[in-house]
């Protein structure tokens, strides 16, 4: 059976975890509707084809402690980010997300944590070469480091590391999205 053969089911838990999202981020509910949007629009949101938007998935990789994130210095985009990824046409975006944190990190026994969305971001993508830019809707996951966090950098990235995610909410220059990940991880309930 193809994966995305029961599109609705997905796409229905999709929906439930967008307005979940906007019930326990209140003041991200601009972003979340954009996103809701977006998912009941009737051209396929979830293939990179879409140029006026899709959807991406990436995830808030952390170390097994929870006190470490894994992030990329992304190649193309020159800056440092969570691991991440387009969906190509795949509805399960924590899967994606999964999928591209093994991809990019090199890392095996990576399993996804939480309860659903951890962050969204809309975000801008500049033109390159015969691409136009076009806007990512990124829904974030928490996903957990294995024991081993001996990581590969992949042709994606220009390097990884392990950073501490309380030195984020201080450091100049940082893509505001991962320091209000570092921000949300932080203040998370312990256990």
Known sequence: MDRNAAHPLLD???????????????????VADAFIELLADPADPF??????????GSSWLVSRDGQRT???HHRKLGR??????????DRDL???ALKEAEEESGLGGLELAG?????LD??????????????HYDARYVVRAGEDEAFAVSTESLALAWRPVAALLDEPGLDPSLRRMASKWL????G
């Open 122 to 135: 809309r975000h801008w993508i500049p033109e390159r070469g015969d691409v136009p830019g076009h806007w």
């Open 47 to 56: 293939v990179r084809e879409r140029l006026s938007g899709h959807f991406t």
């Open 12 to 30: 229905r838990e999709l929906m439930a975890q967008l307005r979940g999202y906007r019930e326990r981020w209140p003041a991200e509910r601009e």
């Open 94 to 96: 924590a899967r994606v």
């Open 115 to 119: 309860d659903g969305i951890f962050d």
């Open 80 to 89: 440092w980010l969570q691991l991440g990824g387009h969906a190509d046409g």
């Open 70 to 72: 894994l992030l990329t």
């Open 187 to 190: 203040a998370r309930p312990a």
